[in-house]
């Protein structure tokens, strides 16, 4: 069975840091794309960061130059630093692995929130 299990979500001044991890198990996680979305109230859920197996990476416009996603293969782990919040950051945050066009695997969110 294949599980995503984020974790490192919290509550955060403007201007502070987090790092959220997500941990995969049940496949083989190197052979796969691995995103970071975020859904905030009322909004639709939106591609914040992806990382191929080979490392190559993409952010949104929104993130570019704060956020850094990174990934270790061997621990079956992906990361997304997220550095210089904002309040427009708050979200939850959901990891999600992409094994084909059509199937991926979702983990369960993890809530951020940049408030004073």
């Known amino acids: 069975q294949v599980q995503l299990v984020e974790s490192g979500g919290g509550l955060v001044q403007p201007g502070g840091s987090l790092r959220l991890s997500c941990a995969a198990s049940?496949?083989?996680?190197?052979?796969?794309?691995m995103d970071w979305f975020r859904q905030a109230p009322g909004k639709e859920r939106e591609l914040v960061a992806s990382i191929t197996s080979g490392g190559t990476t993409n952010y949104a416009n929104s993130v570019k130059g704060r956020f850094t996603i990174s990934r270790d293969n061997a621990k079956k782990t992906g990361y997304l630093q997220m550095n210089s919040l904002k309040p427009e950051d708050t979200a939850v945050y959901y990891c999600?692995?992409?094994?084909?066009?059509?199937?991926?695997?979702w983990g369960q969110g993890t809530q951020v929130t940049v408030s004073s």
């Open positions: 049940g496949i083989g996680y190197s052979i796969y794309a």
């Open positions: 999600h692995l992409h094994v084909s066009p059509i199937i991926g695997y």
